[in-house]
T-cell receptor, first 113, second 108 residues
Framework: DTGVSQNPRHKITKRGQNVTFRCDPI?????LYWYRQTLGQGPEFLTY????????KSRLLSDRFSAERPKGSFSTLEIQRTEQGDSAMYLC???????????FGSGTRLTVV | GQNIDQPTEMTATEGAIVQINCTYQ??????LFWYQQHAGEAPTFLSY????GLEEKGRFSSFLSRSKGYSYLLLKELQMKDSASYLC?????????FGTGTRLQVFP
């Protein structure tokens, strides 16, 4: 197992375009989390899945954001009609639950121009 | 509400000891984690405390006082490679809530 994999590593997009990121978790981990991190800040929780069920969404997650984990394996995070404020690092993590903590992927850095 | 506070920046000298404090007020608490994050990289797990007291792991130790809502990370024998951000995070029911992180710079 190669850990948590995120693609792409970097994405530059024009304001108003849609973008989609992918996360492949560690195979035996049933929980998958998405976070957003801006420069100088800690990761902010966006949403999480247990298997294929999306169990919680942050109030930070506007209607332009949607996440799926259709077969309980990989997950996608889509941002529609991107805005400059969406520029951030999007981190995915997977877990077996407390107390093991998370294993993070390397993130997808989004720049909206 | 959720509030996790850490100093924004700290500096220290190679070979020294540094203590990074974290205070928290959260609606739930099931444990406290510390992560290290180098610039442009993913956070990596350092330590976990669920009971009061000190957990030691090589050069790194972490302390928890649940009654005071307080934790610290102690780094000994600092090395240049320890220059990074250190994230305090509370396990709240079913997810981690992170503080803003403390950027540590180690100078020769």
């Amino acid at each position: 197992d190669t850990g948590v994999s995120q693609n792409p590593r970097h994405k530059i997009t024009k304001r108003g375009q849609n973008v989609t990121f992918r996360c492949d978790p560690i195979s035996e981990h049933n929980r998958l989390y998405w976070y957003r991190q801006t420069l100088g800040q800690g990761p902010e929780f966006l949403t999480y899945f247990q298997n294929e069920a999306q169990l919680e969404k942050s109030r930070l997650l506007s209607d332009r954001f949607s996440a799926e984990r259709p077969k309980g394996s990989f997950s996608t995070l889509e941002i529609q009609r991107t805005e400059q404020g969406d520029s951030a690092m999007y981190l995915c993590a997977s877990s077996l639950g407390q107390p093991n903590g998370y294993t993070f992927g390397s993130g997808t850095r989004l720049t909206v121009v | 509400g959720q509030n996790i506070d850490q100093p924004t920046e700290m500096t220290a000298t190679e070979g020294a000891i540094v203590q990074i404090n974290c205070t928290y007020q959260t609606s739930g608490f099931n444990g406290l984690f510390w992560y290290q994050q180098h610039a442009g990289e993913a956070p990596t797990f350092l330590s976990y405390n669920v009971l009061d007291g000190l957990e030691e792991k090589g050069r790194f130790s972490s302390f928890l006082s649940r009654s005071k809502g307080y934790s610290y990370l102690l780094l000994k024998e600092l090395q240049m490679k320890d220059s990074a951000s250190y994230l305090c995070a509370v396990w709240n029911t079913d997810k981690l809530i992170f503080g803003t992180g403390t950027r540590l710079q180690v100078f020769p």
